[in-house]
């Protein structure tokens, strides 16, 4: 609970100072990210602890050293949950950072807080300076030699993962599924595959909810970074050579430019963060690389619909994924995420099929929904959704495309005008939008695998 005595505000932020405190971890997994928030002036600290419990056993050559220089560039990357509470101008770390690795803790705030800071209307919390004793530079790390072949593939119930599974079973490799934290999609999806789930936990200190409930500022982490680096720590720890994501090419496109900087909802699955994390993690680590970086969510869609044996059991609702398990959905139909994979499938699978996916509702045909899909169409200007969905223009070819597909000739959604006026794309730039993307960092052989799904 938060001290009775002592709360910070938001309204206080000018002289308070944020602690990222050295982590703790212990040889059974276990991981304690520690926080303060301290008032300038001594009067008051609020301290913090997040818990981290990692899966499976250790091996008995455990790089120590990567170990816990993943352990400190995870506690950076978790600080965003608390630091976001109360934006203190400061952010003070207890131990030294190498340049890079202070603009890695300053590209945590200024974009993996992008969207929390402009849906908050607070860009002072872009910029807090940070502080730590400087540390030699360390050489980039140098390109993954050879390609993995013990890999840990994350998870997370929906299309694009799925795809990468069964990519990654036309190699000569073994697969354990890994997940932060534990939900019936993802579940689902290792049982379908018939693959070990690796899950790791994390659990929030319970102050920070407090804090919410007393008027804390609250919003968009970059969760996707805080859960790479999880993921590298379980590799590390159990022997596997490759730690491989999902997030596509599309992931890097943002949603608005603000204060001098690209707001994306999905800047901790871009490209840049990737770029970054892999240089960060040094010589000796697994690989990190995200398998579908080449492909759009259009090019994606085409392959994950021919999984029929996935159809039943996948989502991309964050309505599954809701604290209380009574408000559990599969698809709330309701939501950008609903709309967006409603539209993108659509083009490749039946109607009944794609009908049947979402219990029978044409989200199409629901003019409550129309506000929803004229958005992702970017239709008069409107800003593309803060969820992960892919680019205008991969939304604008999938219409184009349904327009002439048996069973949506004639429907009712294209004699919106305004959805015509933005829906005649050419085939070549379908084609376009279909065709691999560079730059990626998939290796030789992955990269061929992948390639064989066109």
Avoid at 175 to 180: D, E, G, K, Q, R
Wanted: net charge negative; hydrophobic share 45%; aromatic share 8%.
């Amino acid at each position: 609970m938060v001290d009775a005595v002592w709360t910070p505000t938001v309204s206080q932020r000018d002289t308070l100072e944020f602690h990222v405190l050295t982590p703790q971890s212990d040889a059974d997994g276990s991981i304690a990210l520690r926080y303060a928030i301290r008032a300038s002036d001594g009067s008051g600290t609020l301290r913090l602890t997040e818990r981290i419990t990692l899966p499976g056993d250790a091996v008995a050559d455990v790089d120590q050293d990567l170990f816990e220089h993943l352990v400190r560039l995870l506690a950076l990357a978790a600080a965003t949950s608390y630091y976001k509470a109360v934006i203190p101008p400061k952010v003070i770390v207890d131990w030294p950072l190498t340049p890079r690795e202070k603009r890695f803790a300053e590209d945590l705030f200024r974009y993996g807080l992008a969207e929390f800071a402009y849906r908050n209307d607070v860009p002072e919390a872009l910029r807090p300076e940070v502080v730590a004793p400087v540390a030699e530079e360390k050489p980039v790390a140098a390109a993954d030699s050879g390609d993995p072949s013990r890999l840990l593939v994350a998870v997370g119930g929906g299309k694009d993962s799925i795809v990468s599974i069964e990519t990654l079973r036309r190699l000569p490799v073994d697969i354990t599924l890994f997940s932060v934290n534990e939900y019936a999609p993802i579940r689902a999806t290792a049982d379908q595959a018939g693959l070990e789930l690796a899950v790791a936990t994390r659990k929030l200190d319970p102050a920070l909810f407090e804090l919410n409930r007393a008027g804390a500022l609250n919003g968009h982490v970059p969760v996707t970074a805080i859960n790479s680096l999880i993921g590298l720590l379980t590799a590390v720890r159990s022997g596997y050579d490759g730690v491989v994501f999902s997030n596509e090419s599309s992931s890097s496109s943002g949603n608005v430019e603000w204060e001098g900087i690209d707001v994306n909802h999905q800047w901790s699955k871009g490209i840049e963060f990737e770029t970054s994390l892999r240089e960060l993690v040094g010589d000796g680590a697994p690989a990190y690389f995200s398998l579908l970086r080449p492909l759009t969510e259009l090019a994606i869609s085409r392959r994950f619909a021919e999984l029929r044996q996935y159809h039943s059991v996948f989502t991309s609702c964050n309505r599954a994924f809701h604290l209380d398990p009574e408000k559990r959905r599969l698809w709330c139909g309701d939501c950008p995420k609903c709309r967006f994979v409603f539209l993108i499938l659509a083009p490749f699978m039946s109607r009944h099929e794609l009908l049947e996916v979402f219990s029978g509702r044409d989200l199409l045909a629901d003019e409550s929904q129309r506000e929803g899909f004229l958005e992702l169409l970017n239709v008069g200007g409107r800003l593309k959704p803060f969820e992960c969905v892919g680019e205008v223009g991969e939304c604008r070819a999938a219409v184009s495309m349904l327009r002439s597909i048996p069973g949506w000739v004639g429907h009712s959604f294209f004699d919106d005008p305004s959805v015509a006026a933005v829906a005649d794309v050419s085939e070549s730039e379908v084609a376009e939008l279909l065709a691999f993307r560079s730059p990626h960092f998939v290796p030789p052989a992955f990269l061929d695998a992948l390639r064989e799904i066109r």
